[in-house]
């Protein structure tokens, strides 16, 4: 697989007004300081779809440890499902950060991003959410043998539309351009590609170039509110603990590791 450069998405959006806290927020009760943060997170959030998880009917307890089997075709042998997406929005922090920028405030592994979202939204460990209007493109190969049963293959981030696919032919030596209503078929409800290219026999591989937008899986919960600037938080850390931060890493990220996306 080999990462492209990604567009602008992240900075078309309209730049918000600033948002000015009033000089006695720290003197205002809880309540009032939740919904003024809140207020912040809605004027200047990104749109998110959240998907809560849940525990797969496939999980058994074995010698103590809650086990998920490996063949299960509903969690993919993850052990956990995702229920519908719930629209929201939340502040997006370290897109484009180097793990360096936060050995200050602790360590976090590459690809993680910040996210804050409003009060009524707690996030857990292993939700998953991603921002449909931040788009990236990405390129996506696979070999024939990698096909299922079906001649279906799953692409790593959520497919927005195909940009270009090819295959090659081993006999012709040469690079097939596919068709989009003759060649294969995108399924984005379960996020595949199925292939109906009618002669497979000396097809050895596929590349498909697709705009997508990642999965960021919920790994690490934060007491503090992590979506305003440093000198923000360093000085009212104590006074603002909220239950909807959290660190979501990229679920590829080890194959998209050396890239410049991050």
Same mark, same amino acid.
């Given at each position: ?19 000015? #806290?009033?000089k006695?927020?720290?003197?205002? $009760?809880?309540g ?13 959030g990104?749109?998110?779809l &959240?998907q ?6 496939? +999980?058994?307890?074995?010698?103590g ?31 484009n ?5 936060y050995?200050k ?9 910040s996210? =804050? /979202? ?6 857990? &460990? ?7 209007d ?5 390129? !996506?190969?696979?070999?024939? $043998?990698?096909l299922d ?8 981030? #959520? ?8 295959? #090659? ?11 989009? =209503?003759?060649?294969y078929?995108? $399924?984005?409800?379960?996020?595949? +590609?199925?292939?109906? /290219?009618?002669?497979? =026999? ?13 999965y &960021? &899986?919920?790994? !690490? ?10 000198? #923000?938080q ?11 931060s959290?660190?979501?890493?990229r ?12």
């Open positions: 697989m080999s990462p492209l450069t990604p567009n602008n998405s992240y900075n078309q959006s309209p730049k918000p007004q600033k948002f000015t #806290f009033p006695n927020f720290l003197r205002l $009760d809880p009032k300081r939740l919904l003024l943060l809140d207020q912040m997170v809605k004027q200047h990104y749109r998110v &959240y809560r998880h849940q525990i797969c009917a496939c +999980v058994r307890e074995l010698g440890i809650l086990t998920p089997q490996p063949n299960c075709t509903t969690c993919d042998g993850t052990g956990r499902t995702y229920l519908k997406d719930l629209e929201t929005v939340a502040l997006v922090t370290a897109i950060s180097t793990p360096q920028a050995d405030f602790g360590k976090i592994e590459r690809g993680t991003i996210a =804050t /979202f409003t009060t009524d939204v707690i996030p857990n &460990y292993s939700d998953r959410f991603r921002l449909p931040a788009i990236i493109p990405l390129t !996506q190969n696979f070999s024939s $043998d990698q049963s079906d001649n279906s293959f799953y692409l790593d981030w #959520f497919p927005v539309e195909i940009v270009s696919a090819t295959a #090659f032919n081993t006999q012709t030596n040469s690079v097939i351009l596919l068709n989009n =209503t003759t060649d078929l995108l $399924d984005t409800d379960n996020k595949k +590609v199925r292939i109906t /290219f009618n002669d497979l =026999t000396n097809i050895s591989s596929f590349s498909f170039l697709y705009n997508g937008t990642p &960021y &899986y919920v790994n !690490q919960l934060s007491h503090q509110f992590r979506g305003i600037p440093f000198t #923000f360093e000085k009212f850390q104590e006074f603002l603990r909220l239950p909807s959290c660190f979501a890493k679920g590829d990220i080890t194959i998209l590791e050396n890239s410049n996306l991050l």
